[in-house]
């Protein structure tokens, strides 16, 4: 982005939110510590475990450091993102050398595209949505592309989070939904004398307007805030090369409308933190059943405040008719508990896509687990496909910048129909091999489908190496043989 323009003189409401961001906002912080885990939760405090009615501080305090927190929804997002990243994603002939060049660093930073891919397919579904701006370094002067080239100008992609898109605007055009305004936010650290530094917050205000000649082009102005001060104008200009807002959304599963989705794992979130509460409970209550308490019956103690010595070497005295015993918990209530989580655990895992547990689906029929596969790849596949279109709508605005035309297009894995294979399963197809029903060909197949073989396993070389282990060596010579052939 480029030459300095008159910033807006208006900035009332800038910095907040847009009732749709608002809205959405309750819902991310809870995914987002839930995917952070056991510090933000504790951070967190009465908020995710509430104090129980009469519990002191100083206990509440005690059961809260106590790390009781089951990862299930980081354990699913990082399932998720596995079944997609097993291939990285392809960029396809259409996309020019120079792009694929600029891919090895596409943020700047040193991230591969597919590096960064990832972290967008995550947090995507840690979320619900988030977006990638395609930006351009500011130039004090227009440049020729060779003078870029010689001072390493070139586009770079930024990642911006859910709530950290406060604000936007659209239209339609020819029946087509256009960006018209955008306002992102950034929160960044700057020196502050020797070695200190401050929190600055910098929002960046995109809009597409029409020239005189009638060309849609795109203008941007940067606002720093220093703490609560007030908002000061920084740079302002317009945006090269392009005719639209080069901001591309990038959804996961559950999108609600531009710009608005849902956090696809937020049922799960819930069950998680159903899991974290229960958990803190049980944990609690196993310690309170864990310690006997020392009572003594019918004995009134020595002086008045003496502190009470228990040990091998030490004696109590009792008086006739006294008692001295540890009582302790049942531990009725515990099992209850304990197969609670269990039962919470079991719906995690159903509502995720991996399983967060081994356990016995042996009722549930073939049909069964079929249909939930289908459910589960279907969201997995529209995430994907979103990945995707996020990923091709930036290129096309990198293009832009470089001032090449056309639009690059990306592949994103979507093989994930694999068969669930458990060793009975092949026990089976092995049999169907040997009784000459099923050709061994097909059982190599259905099993690198299932994962049960390497990727780039070779069925004609595997045939090899077993002729090999199956024919016996040529027989050695016996020496009257030798001799008569030597003659």
Not at 167 to 181: K, M
Not at 308 to 331: C, F, I, K, Q
Not at 411 to 422: G, H, I, P, S, Y
Request: with cysteine; charged share 20%.
């Amino acid at each position: 982005m480029t030459t300095p323009a008159t910033p807006a003189v208006d900035l009332r409401g800038l910095d907040q939110p847009n009732a749709a961001a608002q809205r959405m906002r309750p819902l991310v912080d809870i995914c987002r510590d839930l995917y952070a885990g056991t510090p933000a939760l504790q951070a967190a405090g009465t908020k995710y475990l509430p104090k129980a009615p009469g519990e002191d501080q100083a206990d509440y305090e005690i059961r809260l450091a106590r790390p009781a927190f089951f990862g299930g929804f980081a354990q699913t997002v990082a399932g998720l993102v596995g079944m997609v990243f097993r291939k990285d994603p392809i960029l396809c002939d259409d996309v020019p050398a120079v792009v694929r060049q600029q891919a090895e660093g596409i943020d700047l930073e040193g991230a591969h595209l597919a590096t960064f891919a990832k972290d967008v397919f995550t947090d995507a579904w840690v979320a619900g949505h988030g977006g990638i701006l395609v930006d351009f370094p500011p130039l004090d002067a227009p440049l020729t592309r060779a003078g870029e080239r010689d001072r390493g100008l070139r586009p770079y992609w930024v990642w911006y989070q859910k709530e950290d898109i406060l604000s936007w605007r659209t239209t339609n055009e020819n029946g087509r939904l256009v960006l018209t305004q955008l306002v992102l936010r950034e929160a960044t650290v700057e020196p502050d004398g020797p070695f200190g530094e401050r929190a600055v917050t910098r929002y960046l205000v995109l809009g597409r307007a029409r020239a005189a000649t009638g060309e849609a082009l795109v203008t941007f102005a940067t606002y720093r805030q220093v703490g609560q001060q007030g908002l000061t104008p920084d740079t302002a200009g317009v945006v090269r090369n392009q005719t639209e807002i080069p901001f591309a959304p990038v959804y996961s599963a559950h999108k609600t409308g531009f710009l608005e989705s849902l956090p696809p794992l937020l049922e799960l979130g819930y069950l998680n933190l159903q899991h974290y509460q229960v958990m803190s409970d049980h944990l609690h209550a196993l310690h309170k059943a864990s310690v006997p308490i020392l009572v003594r019956i019918g004995v009134t103690g020595g002086e008045e405040g003496a502190a009470l010595v228990v040990g091998p070497n030490t004696a109590l005295d009792v008086p006739l008719g006294g008692d001295v015993r540890y009582v302790e918990h049942s531990g009725a209530a515990l099992g209850q508990t304990r197969q609670q989580l269990l039962d919470t655990q079991a719906n995690m895992a159903v509502l995720g896509l991996r399983m967060l547990q081994h356990e016995t689906r042996a009722a549930e029929t073939a049909t069964a687990k079929r249909i939930d596969k289908a459910e589960q790849d279907s969201a997995l596949s529209t995430a994907a496909r979103g990945l995707q279109d996020g990923l091709e709508r930036a290129i096309g605005f990198h293009m832009a910048f470089l001032g090449l035309d056309g639009a690059g297009s990306v592949t994103v894995n979507r093989d994930f129909e694999r068969l669930a294979l458990t060793g009975a399963d092949i026990d089976v197809y092995a049999a169907r091999v040997t009784e000459g029903t099923l050709a061994l060909e097909t059982l190599w197949d259905i099993m690198q489908r299932a994962g049960a073989l390497p990727e780039d396993f070779d069925p004609a070389l595997e045939r090899e190496r077993i002729a090999a282990a199956i024919l016996p060596a040529a027989p050695a010579a016996e020496q009257g043989d030798e001799d008569l052939d030597a003659a």
